[in-house]
């Protein structure tokens, strides 16, 4: 077991709702933290353990402390750069909001999820008091009682229903508590934001709106009414990124949406959409990025979900 490994459960699903990670350490690539920008269609709960690590979200740069729980919605743009990565450790729970619906009305608490998709992305600053390490301690308890189920699937080949229905009822548990976290003002941090840092956010904010057309640093200079190189180099000082690789990763989280969701769109649309000037340039960046070409991809989740509510 190496060094990215020690202290790490493997991602488990449950119902294909419900993936969960406690104390990952290091910059392990299973988790497609590293090296590019995040976007999925399911929420988060990130709980720096130990180290220090800046969040960039969207167009904000979040600067963590251990205890911090960053409550995510998950199709914002979003990547962690830790100061230390072999120091690094963190726990997180990926969530299906979609599942939750029905189970929230019965219940009477719609507005459960409102942490995750009213509060832009927050952060609860815990400092591992009472609170902080219930969290912690109820994300060890999922990933365990995952990793069981698991493994008895493997060996039996059936699910351990009374199981399931444990860890839905103890992630509901967690749910609450996140929620009456999130009602508390004072755990909730502001944001400092220094001169460098809000020209770097307000750079991340104009890419957002433009990366489908074409993108300069002489464009964004003369937009944002600052130098080229200033901007360049205190882009990459605040966020860790050259512009140039947030432009990509931008599209290539539109490209992945268009290739998972809008079946009928060919990928020449898709391409010249997303502001690649050729289909070479397409074809090349995204098997470098993915492992595969865009066709490919395309058939891989088109069999995923085709098996996913064919078992369902």
């Known amino acids: 077991m190496n060094k990215w490994t020690k202290n790490m459960y493997q991602p488990k699903v449950l119902d294909e709702s419900i993936l969960a990670f406690y104390r990952l350490q290091g910059m392990n690539a299973d988790t497609s933290e590293f090296n590019q920008f995040e976007s999925h269609s399911t929420c988060e709960i990130f709980v720096l353990e130990e180290g220090d690590c800046k969040y960039f979200i969207q167009d904000q740069v979040y600067e963590l402390q251990p205890g911090d729980i960053l409550l995510l919605d998950g199709l914002t743009l979003h990547k962690s750069g830790p100061i230390s990565p072999d120091t690094y450790i963190r726990s997180m729970v990926h969530f ?18 409102d942490p995750f998709q009213k509060l832009n992305n927050c952060i609860l600053r815990t400092g591992f008091d009472a609170s902080g390490h219930y969290v912690a301690e109820k994300i060890k308890w999922i990933a365990e009682q995952l990793e069981a189920i698991d493994q008895e ?19 509901l548990q967690l749910l609450v508590k996140i929620y009456k976290m999130s009602e508390c003002e004072q755990m909730r941090v502001e944001q400092k ?11 991340a904010s104009w890419i957002n709106q433009h990366y489908c057309e074409k993108v300069s640093l002489e464009r964004l200079a003369k937009e ?8 360049s180099h205190v882009f990459k000082e605040v966020t860790g990124y050259t512009v140039m690789q947030y432009v990509m990763e931008c599209r290539l989280i539109q490209v992945k949406y268009l290739l998972e969701m809008k079946l009928d769109q060919s990928l020449e649309d898709i391409f010249l959409s997303t502001g690649f000037e050729s289909a070479a340039h397409f074809s090349r960046f995204f ?3 993915i492992g ?9 989740k088109g069999r995923k979900t085709a098996s996913y509510y064919a078992q369902h």
Do not use: D
């Open 224 to 231: 944002l009414n600052l130098n080229k190189y200033y901007l």
């Open 292 to 300: 595969m070409t865009p066709t490919s991809y395309r058939k891989m």
């Open 96 to 113: 299906s909001p979609v599942w939750l619906k029905k189970m929230l009305l019965v219940l009477g608490m719609p507005s459960l999820l």
């Open 193 to 203: 934001k220094t001169e460098k840092k809000q020209h770097a956010e307000n750079i």
């Open 153 to 171: 699937f493997k060996s039996t080949g059936k699910i351990n229903v009374l199981l399931e229905t444990e860890v839905k009822i103890e992630f």
């Open 287 to 289: 098997k470098a990025r």
